[in-house]
Structures are given as structure tokens and as C-alpha cells.
């Protein structure tokens, strides 16, 4: 294998790789990053086994050589070293070729690196994902969706299912889901998917978490395919594949409160600010708990109480309150991840009692929704 | 006491003060920030018993008025919580008043805090630093002495005294000089002092990194004042004290070799690229052995072998090679350190024989050097 390649197109395809690959993977060989070489392109691939991340360089791209000199063969060279290889080289093109005896040789300039590689016979096929039942997306929606509900995702293992967003088609609707049993994150958008339907596709947070990571934020389409118990999420140069969780997501919709007693429409960063100051002395994470309550119809109270430190509060003024007064106390820290997750410059906040689950909502018109549940305090 | 006060002032000087405390206090009222209020001003006071900072905010300066409303008096307030509060509260002011019961009342715009403070008698009385065997320079100048010296303390508590920087002041010339005893950096510059003279002022490393942390990158004054256990910085609004350490510092004068064999003189940045390169198949600290071999009058080469990971070589084209050949290693970390700590395009490197210590100096004149064991390879 040899081929020589623009330094800073090589430096862009390691640091994507990279995104998949873990220093303590199980199979020793999945801490290097497999390089191959063909006569139209390299392909760079990363994997941990739960995340595969393959970045294709082309040969040549809109009249410009991306690599020359390209002699076919593949090698495995370890991660540890080589991403701060490439970056750290002198001249703007490398040359990488590889011996019978697996050594590698990377040139450039002046600068020699001899390193020993390994054999890429060795490392593991990556799953054959790609089917018919495709669909495709913007990749800016695509991340939006992510964020907007990902971090929702449970952080323990003793439900695994929880670690994962659900993602569902049906009727050319797209719809996210995650939850960890204290709140829950819900984003749907109209998908044009040809009639493709599925349900109970249990993508890893962390995956997402990954994905949003490495894609650029363009108007530039993805395009997805579900298998069994893959994922595969292709963009232009870009395959990022993904194991799904095993398991059936558990039918989140009828947890959505139908009616509210009492609906608040607020400033969205008004009360972000305010419940952020009002969590400053309650940060340990198990007691992380404001209260809010209504004081009038355009009055409302947050506050929140630590015995050994103190006390705080403050009344802010908002757009409306319809229906029962409130007291109401939660976590902090999911009534801040959802108020941030909504994205839009008013929201709304149905409640149905102080101990019933609520919603918040953007006035935007976009179908995502919040739920928390609240915290019992007396 | 009570004051209004313009809450970014406030958070600079909390910002500053909060460099000295340390959550891990040995005694629990050092957790705390002092806060003392007079009729011409507030002074905020953090300490960790080694560093102590003091910060001033005058009641009014040049005709702007900073502090107003002001009943005197003090208070300590737990610093895990007060830094965040004052930096999110909602308006420009801030009113700050406290109880007959150490209760700290904090007001902006509709938001309230209460929290318990500690009484400010029981915080310890700061030593008495200001004498009149003082001296001033640029704090720039202050900055970058410390910056070419600091990172060659040891931070091996063996041997205690070399964890500081020894100060000395003679015939009006201040010396820096750090060694951990495999490494040695020495900065002199001329001052004007008045004929004041010490020696064996021993700064703590830690306290010299806060310093230049703290300090703003201006060519106002800062004052120095040293006593038999204390050094006081004193600047427009601060005042940054640190114990100075016991014990007395080796001589180190007679450790740097008048005469040398080989001299070579290369372009600092290519160097210490071409180092850099050949450091990163050793990154394990205590294998962190790079080589320097003389090719011809021009030509150096660069070396490196791991052998495990590969070998890494990089021929480099330098200005001049004078007097001997030379095979030398050295640990690339000091060596990187050494170089980046000189500031000057060009270097000289002076070695007496590939087992002696050698000095790198800059060929820009100014009174620096860097002194640095070779490693025995074979």
C-alpha cells in the first residue's frame, strides 16, 4: 500500500474516525484507525464495536487530486499516535506506505515516522447496513431533533432500554423519543419517507450524542437505513453506523397529560435566567429542587430553600396565567434542559396539579414537548 | 454593614480573590470570601494560608462612583456559592447588606438571596508584609520573568526548596532562577532599587503561577516587598501575598559550564517543531528521550525510538555548527520547555560533550538561559 494524500483532508478524516474509537476497546485491534487505499479513494474507518465511523477522501474532487500515487492495500496503525502524527507533519502532503513486514512509513517533508501497523485482515467487518428501506433528511434537522431530546436519555443501566432515543416513522412523521422515568423529550417533523414505517428503533444516546458531534450543521441531506439491529447514517464522505439497543421502548404516549388545570405562558429566557439563580444553592444534584408558584395572573414566585446554606427568591412577571393558582416544586435541572431544549422566545407551561406531570411547549408552533415530573416536597 | 455595588466590579475582584481559595481549607472559615466595607471602599479577601489576595474596589474613581449606600462592616461569605450569584444576578447593581444574625442579604432587581454568613473576626489576621525595602517594576516585565523561570521548579516534594523560585536582588540586577536538578532556568534583569539587596527568597511555584494569572499584562508598576517569610505584590487594587518557603536554596552558580565543545545555532520554531515531531512515539514521561546528532556544519538530526511504537527521524537545516561532533539525548519535555521559554527567533545551544549539561540562550541579548542534563543512553 502508498499513496499520497493533502495533509489537511487526511488531519479532517482522523479527527472523524476518532469520534469512534475508545482507548479501552475490547478487541485490541479496534484501538487503531484502518486505513484503505483503492485507486478512487481512502477510507478511513474507526470503531469501538458499538459506533463504526467510516470517512472516504476521493481520489479527485471537483478537478482537485486529493491523493496520488496510490498503490491499493490496507493497514491498521494505532490511534495513539498517528492522529497527532498527521497534524503535527511539516509539509501540506504526507506519503504513507506500508512494507511487507506491516511497517508503516509516513513522509513528509524532511520528517520520517517508521511505525509498526497491523494486519488488516485481522480487523473486524463492519456490519452490511445499507438497505432499500432508506429514507433521507437535512442534516441540520436531523441535529436539531438530537438535541432537542437526546440529553433526555437515562444515564443508568438498569433500564439499558432508557440509554436509547426511540425513533419511529409512520405517516411520514418522524418522531424522537427519550426518557429516563423522570422526564421525558418528544420532537416530531414531517419526513417525506415513502411510505417507509418503523417503530421501536432504539438508537444509544451516546451515539447520537457522537453523530451531532461530527456532522457539520448544512442544509446538505443524510440519508438513514434501519435494519435489525443497525443503523446507518450516511452523508457525503461520511458512514456513521450504530447497534441499536435490544429491547422494546416502553409506550410513552398515554404518560402525556390530555387536559391542564392551570397554563402559564412565560418569556423563555426570563424564566431560564430565574430558575438558573434559584438552583445556585441547591447544587448537589439529589436536592436540585425549585419551587414555583402563582402569585397573580401575570406574577409568578420561584424559589428555592437549603437549610444550611439559605434562601432564595424571585418574582417574575410573565405573559399570562390561566386557570388554578400553583405551587409546584421540580428539579432544576430538567426544568433547565427543557426550557433550553424548546427554542423558542415565549413558551408554555401546562400543568395539571403539583403532582401530575407537565408539559412545556415553544408558542413557535413546533411539535416538541417537554415533560417533567414533579418533586414531592411535603 | 450594606452596600450597592456595580456588580461587574464585583465580579472581577471575586474573581481575583477566588485564586486563593482553596475548597479543600485546612481551616473551614478559609472557604469563605471576606468582605469588608469602609466609607472609601470595599476590600474582598480570599486566602489558603500560603497565598493570600486582596482585592480593592474605591468607593468612587476618576468622578464614577463604584460603591454607594455604604453602612460599614464585614462579613466572610461561602465562596462555593457567592462567585456564581453575583456573576448571574439579573441587573448592573447589586445591594449587599447583612443581619445582626450574619444573615447576607443579596438584592438585584426582583431577585433575593439569603444565606448565612460567618463572622469575620474569626477570619485570621493577614501578616503585615508592607516594609520599606521595596522595589517596583513593570508588571509585564514581572509576568514574563516568571514565565521563563516558573516551569522548571520541581513539583517533587523531596526536596521542598526547589518547588519555589529563588529571588535575588544585587547591584540592582533581580535574578529568577528554577531547577528540579535535572533542568535549571535563570532570568536576570536590571532594576532600579535603590541599592536594596537580598538573597534566598524562595517563592512557592504555585503562588508565582497564580501571580501571573492575576496579573493583567500592563507596563503599570507592581511593588514588591519582601520580610524574613512573606513576599507582598502590591498593585493598583491588589494585594497578593505568599509565604515564601524555608530553607536555603543551593547554589546553583557553579552548575553552569563557562566552556563549550560544540556550539550550534538554529531557528528556535523549526527546532522545536522537529522536537516536538520526534517526542510523540515517547510519550511515556520517563521515555520521553529524543536524540540530536551533528551531520555536517549545517545538518542536525533529530531521533527518536520506541521499541514498541516505530522510530521517528527528521533531518534539519540550521544556521551553524561550531567546535566538535556530537551524539546527544535529552528528554524532549525539557528540552520543548526550554526552547519555548526562550522567546527569541534564533538560539544558541552550547554543549561541553554528550554527558554534561548544556545552555540554550537566545541570540536576542537578553539575560536568559536554559540549562538541561543530558539523558545516558547506552
Known amino acids: 500500500m502508498k499513496f499520497v494524500i493533502q495533509r489537511n483532508r487526511l488531519v479532517d478524516s482522523v479527527q472523524d474516525v476518532m469520534k469512534a474509537i475508545s482507548s479501552r476497546a475490547a478487541i485490541p485491534i479496534l484501538t487503531g484507525i484502518k486505513i484503505e487505499a483503492k485507486k478512487h479513494g481512502i477510507t478511513l474507518t474507526g470503531s469501538d464495536s458499538d459506533i463504526s465511523i467510516e470517512s472516504y477522501i476521493p481520489s479527485e474532487q471537483d478537478g482537485e487530486i486529493n491523493v496520488d500515487q496510490i498503490i491499493e492495500g490496507s493497514i491498521v496503525i494505532d490511534a495513539r ?29 524532511k520528517a520520517e515516522f517508521n511505525i509498526n501497523g497491523l494486519d488488516a485482515d485481522e480487523y473486524p467487518l463492519l456490519p452490511e447496513v445499507q438497505t432499500e428501506d432508506s429514507f433521507t433528511m ?17 444515564t443508568m443501566e438498569t433500564r439499558p432500554i432508557l440509554t436509547g432515543v426511540n425513533m419511529t416513522l409512520k405517516d411520514n412523521r418522524l418522531n424522537f423519543t427519550a426518557t ?26 451516546k451515539s447520537l450524542n457522537e453523530l451531532n458531534k461530527i456532522l457539520d450543521d448544512t442544509e446538505e441531506l ?22 441499536l439497543l435490544e429491547g422494546n421502548y416502553p409506550e410513552t404516549s398515554r404518560l402525556i397529560p390530555t387536559q391542564s388545570k392551570t397554563t402559564l ?48 427568591e424571585e418574582e417574575i412577571p410573565i405573559k399570562a396565567i390561566e386557570g388554578e393558582e400553583l405551587n409546584i416544586s421540580f428539579s432544576s435541572k430538567y426544568m433547565l434542559d427543557g426550557l433550553r431544549a424548546i427554542h423558542s422566545d415565549e413558551v408554555s407551561i401546562e400543568f395539571t396539579g403539583s403532582m401530575r406531570p407537565f408539559i412545556i411547549r415553544p408558542i413557535n408552533g413546533e411539535e416538541v414537548l417537554q415533560l417533567i415530573l414533579p418533586v414531592r416536597t411535603y
Chains 1, 2 share one sequence.
Open 265 to 312: 405562558y412565560a418569556n423563555t429566557k426570563e424564566l431560564i435566567q430565574a430558575i438558573d439563580r434559584a438552583s445556585l444553592l441547591a447544587k448537589d444534584e439529589r436536592n436540585n429542587v425549585v419551587r414555583l408558584s402563582t402569585i397573580n395572573e401575570q406574577l409568578i414566585e420561584i424559589m428555592s430553600h437549603s437549610p444550611e446554606i439559605g434562601h432564595v
Open 222 to 243: 443524510v440519508e438513514i437505513s434501519v435494519t435489525a439491529n443497525q443503523i446507518l447514517f450516511k452523508s457525503k464522505h461520511l458512514n456513521f453506523m450504530s447497534r
Open 81 to 109: 499516535y498517528f492522529p497527532d502524527i498527521i497534524r503535527k507533519l511539516p509539509e501540506n502532503t504526507v506519503e504513507i506506505s506500508v512494507s511487507d513486514q506491516l511497517l508503516v512509513t509516513i513522509r513528509s517533508g
Open 138 to 154: 437535512p442534516i441540520d434537522l436531523l441535529k436539531y431533533m438530537i438535541s432537542q431530546t437526546v440529553f433526555a436519555v437515562s
Open 180 to 205: 429516563d422515568s423522570h422526564r421525558l423529550a418528544s420532537r416530531h417533523v414531517p419526513i417525506d419517507a415513502n411510505g417507509l414505517e418503523f417503530s421501536n428503533v432504539v438508537v444509544p444516546g
